[in-house]
């Protein structure tokens, strides 16, 4: 095990809206220092229909997040009438005005595939998507060209604000584990899933501690325990 040393985040105990979720997370002995040292989760979904969120992640992928960007702002720029253009307007609009935003043919592909499956009804809205648990869901939109398990899982925490969805296929959050547990090489996926069972049911809020002691990493000293 580590210690996370130069955070800027002083030991703090529980303390915000996930402040159940870090109570239960500190029995891991491997979690509690990195809780201590990064201070409160401050993890927040943000609020956009599920449609939007995916149109946005493909347009993301790998790409620059700059140049995404900018390639949306031009994308939304078709379509001024609207803070984000609904699928039906997709639909409608020519490839080849997608194409000079900037977006490939394959993303182009995907996000017309996106459009048609929200106008069709298989992306549910932000309040229909209450109706699924989080493996109906990833189940439901996998079969959208461009759509993974790992993009379905980010929509889940960072849209829908689900607790316990653990994307054990991130790098980050293996990389967190490593070396959060002083690892010499990531744990695979199944490794972690494993690890994981005992953090549930708050294992978006052990991604995000996760994601953060990989960040950590890269600019601060970390030293055994």
Not at 46 to 64: G, N
Not at 70 to 81: K, T, V, W
Not at 129 to 141: F, K, P, Q, V
């Amino acid at each position: 095990m580590v210690e996370i040393v130069g955070t800027g985040a002083p030991p703090a105990k529980a303390a915000g809206p996930w402040a159940k979720a870090e109570r239960h997370l500190r029995k891991d002995p491997v979690l509690k220092p990195v809780i201590r040292r990064i201070g409160p989760c401050t993890l927040a979904a943000v609020e956009r229909e599920p449609y939007e969120a995916l149109v946005r992640a493909i347009a993301h992928q790998q790409v620059h997040g700059r140049a995404a960007e900018a390639i949306l702002g031009r994308f939304l720029a078709l379509h001024p009438a609207h803070a984000f253009p609904p699928p039906e307007l997709v639909l409608a609009t020519p490839p080849e005005a997608m194409r000079a935003c900037g977006f490939s043919q394959a993303k182009i592909a995907a996000i017309r595939d996106i459009a048609e499956k929200a106008a069709g009804g298989l992306v549910p809205t932000r309040e229909g998507c209450a109706r699924y648990a989080d493996a109906e869901l990833i189940e439901r939109l996998v079969v959208i060209r461009g759509v993974g398990r790992w993009t379905v899982e980010m929509l889940l925490i960072f849209t829908l604000g689900r607790p316990d969805v653990l994307p054990v296929d991130d790098f980050g959050v293996r990389e967190g584990w490593k070396v959060a547990a002083g690892l010499e090489a990531q744990p695979k996926p199944k490794e972690l899933a494993g690890l994981g069972e005992a953090w549930a049911p708050w294992r978006s809020i052990a991604a995000w501690y996760l994601w953060r002691a990989a960040d950590a990493a890269k600019r601060s000293t970390f030293k055994p325990q």
